[in-house]
């Protein structure tokens, strides 16, 4: 497990670029967390590392957003979801190995997740800007 402390907006986009460097292109990102934790902002900066032009969103009332850059990126947003059938209705299972998935809320489809899925927590430091990012699955 890799862990890293970032304590400001730069930090968490230098985090995001070490990331995307490290994917092969179909890789499983499930982010753990809670509300305000910056999921959204590591996705942006780990999409615009893989060079989006996109502007780069929470799919909060879409399920999911798609970015072309480098790989086909699909951002899912799970925060909704609360049974099998909530999930089949996203496409999340047609997706798989077409792209990078990057999962918010995962805690909702934990079990669901592939085996080799990226698992990246992110908990509160000891400010209200400090983050921290517990990094499985990935070596960056």
């Keep these: 497990m890799t862990v890293f402390k970032s304590t400001d907006l730069n ?17 499983v990102i499930a982010y753990f967390g809670g509300l305000g934790m910056g999921k959204t902002t ?7 590392a893989l060079g989006t ?3 780069v969103s929470s799919p909060t009332f879409s399920i ?6 480098k790989y086909n ?3 899912f947003d799970m925060y909704r979801v609360e049974s099998w059938e909530d999930l089949y209705s996203t496409g999340f299972f047609d997706y798989l190995d077409t792209g990078v998935l990057i999962v918010e809320w995962s805690e909702n489809i ?4 592939p ?4 698992r990246i927590t992110i ?3 000891e400010n209200d800007s400090e983050r921290i990012f517990e990094i499985e699955g990935l070596e960056i």
């Design 11 to 27: 930090q968490t986009e230098q985090l995001g670029k070490r990331i995307a460097d490290a994917l092969t292109g179909t890789e």
């Design 42 to 48: 590591l996705t942006r900066a780990i999409v615009e």
């Design 53 to 55: 032009e996109d502007n």
């Design 64 to 69: 999911v957003n798609e970015y072309k850059s």
């Design 73 to 75: 990126v699909y951002h």
């Design 110 to 113: 934990e079990n669901a997740l």
């Design 115 to 118: 085996e080799n899925t990226v």
């Design 123 to 125: 908990t509160k430091g």
